[in-house]
């Protein structure tokens, strides 16, 4: 690569941008704070309350919080718009915006909370009850219009906006609102800045992280009630959505309704009719996604959100996802029935080891994947293979892994005692594991890989704590604890080599570089990308990049989704340096020329949305 000078003046204010890191905060990734400085700390994911609707009382909606969003988005139906201003009262909707937009001298004028009170606006909407279907139509006055900046048209997309309370973890602010259709997206709510300013700061490494003080501590093995039939329960650490087993299932467009039958393991049937939130594409097949009414030990049900399918293969009905479970649940994983006695939620002070779906660990100086488990009882590494022999009248046994450079190592240990599991010997012996940054000798087992797999990991067993593993889906990588600091919306990042500065983007799931003159080809069969980056101040770079993945980014209403390669890239904020998957992508009509997503956010950084430059120095440039 070769970088091209930049003006001088552009260089000098860069290298006088010199990296200030902020004060850490006392929590990790692995411990994480749920309050800073008065204010809440969000996970990426949280439960939203609309609290001054009485039909919605004590009803949560799914809330992605985005620091990248100059506005709250919520997902609603039957969106008009009208006036009783008689310049403006034969025009509706879009048509009707725009006329009072173009009135007030375009998308670019300076309008505060008075400039439509003469416009006379109306919005109506409606918002659907999730566990009735209940059609709920509301009217307010028009608060403000959003000028929603679109990835692939110089038009803005508007929408009307209406002031409404919000609530999350208990604090509600009358926050300015836009309408839109959202059921392409997971989460009906996107929280952006007018609620976020002055009330949250948002760690993305975490999912519903208010939730987690009063999670309720799952077993291993459950059941539950559904429509009178007991279903057994199991888990799934990879999907979001969860699957409940149904036949029969019919789907009423025009009421949005679904009715289905559910059987448990005697045959009793149970015929239900529910809501459609909106259809899933599960593996290609589209899936009705509905509330179904659960019943635990509590008088009162509650509302999981499934997605209808045949399970007839499993052994269990009810297939929970981490959606449901970062709201409600961790497992622990040495007990059994937990939902029928008496509630039992998360003690944050506990000895427990808590682990993810998605761990890594070092055994013997070794990085391994590893990965939990609600069977295994003693840690179990597995491997291509392994031969077991006698030397001086004591058991041996002999394995190979590979280590961080590439090379494949030879083990040799005395056998401290075997384990008998089916018709297979698993022998156990002692290993150095480095955890939580110190090193602590365990007794693991050892067996062969399964048929289908390819790469030598580890399992974390129910014996890995003498105080017990939890299972904690919220997050990844759980045994890897990094330092939370504070970061504001807007940093310097150092990509490459390249000082300038990039926006911290909590809505983002991986992190995207503006991108010109994209053009793939192959290598050696390798799929390769080159492109040019740029940025608005002048600066401009070459780069060829092996293509890791591609992207297929979900749209807003109005636009076409697009995909995009993905490479990977160094990326430095303070003290925190990464290698990360980069999408590519043409932001050249963004003045920030970089993302930060989830994928790099998550390693500690805490973003706050009305704060720039808290890590780094604000460039002279940007004055």
Known sequence: ??????????????????????????????????????????????????????????????????????????????????????????????????????????????????????????????????????????????????????????????????????????????????????????????????????????????????????????????????????????????????????????????????????????????????????????????????????????????????????RSKFSSQLRLGKGTLNKRFMIDTSKKSLLSNSPKTFNTKSKAMQVSGEENLVLDGIPLKAEPSLVVKTPLLKVVSFEMFEKKGKDWVTYYLTNAQGDVQQFSKPINKKLRVGDSIRPVVFGTFNLYGKNIEMPYAIDVLDENEVEDYFVIGQKMSKDGVLINTRTDHLLDAYPLFTAGHIEVATVEGLDFPVKLDTGADVSSINAQNIKMFKKDGQQMVSFTYQNDVGMEEKFTRKVVDTMTITAKQGEKANVRPVVEMHVTLGDLEKKIRVNLQDRSRFHYSMILGKNFLKYGAVVASDSNYIVTDKPDYEK
Not at 136 to 152: K, N, Q
Not at 297 to 310: A, F, G, H, I, R
């Open 1 to 310: 690569m070769n970088k091209m000078s930049l003006a001088v003046a552009l260089a000098s204010s860069l290298l006088a941008s010199s990296i200030a890191w902020a004060e850490p905060i006392a929590a990790t990734t692995q411990s994480p704070i749920y309050q800073l400085d008065d204010k809440l700390v969000l996970g990426r994911v949280e439960s939203v309350y609309l609290s001054d609707i009485p039909e919605l009382d004590g009803i949560s909606f799914a809330g992605k919080i985005d620091t990248g969003a100059d506005t709250t988005s919520m997902h609603a139906d039957n969106i008009h718009v009208s006036s009783s201003n008689p310049e403006f009262q034969k025009l509706k909707d879009d048509e009707l915006l725009w006329a009072i937009i173009d009135d007030l001298g375009g998308t670019k004028a300076v309008w505060d909370a008075n400039t439509f009170v003469p416009y006379q606006v109306k919005v109506s909407f409606t918002i659907s009850q999730p566990y009735t279907g209940e059609e709920i139509e509301i009217t307010d006055d028009l608060e403000d219009v959003s000028a929603i900046r679109s990835r692939t048209s110089e038009k803005p997309i508007l929408r009307p906006t209406v002031r409404m309370p919000i609530t999350i973890a208990g604090r509600t602010v009358d926050t300015v609102v836009n309408l839109t259709n959202r059921n392409q997206f997971s989460a009906p709510i996107l929280v952006g800045k007018t609620y976020l300013d002055d009330n949250a700061w948002v760690f993305a490494g975490y999912d519903y992280l208010q939730e987690q003080k009063n999670a309720q501590l799952i077993g291993k093995k459950e059941s539950v009630d559904i429509g009178g039939l007991t279903q057994k329960v199991s888990y799934s650490l990879q999907n979001n959505y969860s699957s409940l087993h149904a036949t029969n299932i019919k789907i009423d467009d025009k009421n949005q309704q679904v009715s289905f039958t559910i059987e448990d393991d005697d045959g009793k049937q149970s015929q239900l009719t529910q809501p459609l939130v909106r259809m899933l594409n599960v593996g290609g097949d589209e899936k009705p996604l509905v509330f179904v009414p659960v019943n635990t030990n509590s008088e009162t049900p509650q509302y999981w959100m499934v997605y209808l399918t045949d």
